[in-house]
């Protein structure tokens, strides 16, 4: 089965703090995408970040960076000098053929 | 910035009913999916759609469940008799190649309650 693991179910960190999301993938294809989406209150998906798996270097956008471990099927989410605007679930995904599947999600709190 | 949008925003409806969900694609895309996300589950993946045809479905996608693209700018996801638990969120969205499926941009939803 080709699937997406979020052990995190629910996570909280003060505002300016580093937080960390965990994700861990399986699938039998080479090459892949890999992302995390943000869905705020409003449910709109938003994507934060995308990795190319035939990329070795870890994608950064911003405050926003990723630990890719392919062989170990790790996709790990880092959210640096975090913002309350930042509080949202997010998803963990990657492609498979032409769809994308998602992981189950982290509630990510961030505290005043 | 080019835009996937959906309409409605919200729509309730009995059960039994038939329910017509819109999405306008960005315009230079050819690939259109729909994904449906029940209350606090995960995005699930319904079907994906590229020349007039379904590329693929998933087994939530049954008989049901129609797509469609009538003109040039809209793709139509139908229901045709809704269930109880049809009530979820759904997603649409484009991608302008199957190759970079991963650059698929998401519209805002439509919050289907089926009553």
């Known amino acids: 089965a080709q699937t997406v693991t979020q052990s995190q179910p629910e996570m909280s960190v003060q505002e300016a703090e580093t937080v960390t999301l965990s994700c861990t993938y ?10 995390w989406y943000k869905q705020p209150p409003s449910r709109q998906m938003i994507l934060v970040i995308r990795q190319e798996a035939y990329k070795q270097q870890n994608a950064t956008e911003n405050r926003f960076s990723v630990n890719f471990q392919k062989a170990a ?7 640096s000098d975090s913002q309350l605007g930042d509080t949202a679930m997010y998803f963990c ?3 498979r053929d032409d769809k994308i599947i998602f992981g189950k999600g982290t509630r990510l709190h961030i505290l005043p | 910035e080019p835009e996937v949008t959906q309409t409605p925003s919200h729509q309730v409806t009995q059960m039994g009913q038939e329910v017509i969900l819109r999405c306008v694609p960005i ?4 690939y259109f999916y729909w994904y449906r996300q029940i209350l606090g589950q995960k995005v699930e993946f319904l079907v994906s759609f590229y020349n007039n045809e379904i590329s693929e479905k998933s087994e939530i996608f049954d008989d049901q469940f129609s797509v469609e693209r009538p003109d ?8 045709r008799s809704t ?13 302008d190649s199957a190759i970079a499926v991963e650059t698929q941009y998401f519209g805002p939803g439509t919050r289907l309650l089926v009553l």
């Not at chain 1, 099927?73 to 959210?79: A, E, M, P, Q, T």
């Not at chain 2, 269930?83 to 991608?95: H, N, Q, T, W």
């Open chain 1, 73 to 79: 099927k790790s996709f790990s989410l880092k959210i």
């Open chain 2, 83 to 95: 269930k109880l638990e049809d009530s979820a969120m759904y997603f649409c969205a484009s991608s």
């Open chain 2, 72 to 79: 040039g700018s809209n793709f139509t996801l139908k229901i």
């Open chain 1, 93 to 95: 995904a990657f492609t």
């Open chain 2, 27 to 30: 315009s230079n895309h050819l």
């Open chain 1, 26 to 35: 399986d699938t039998s294809e080479n090459n892949y995408y890999l992302f």
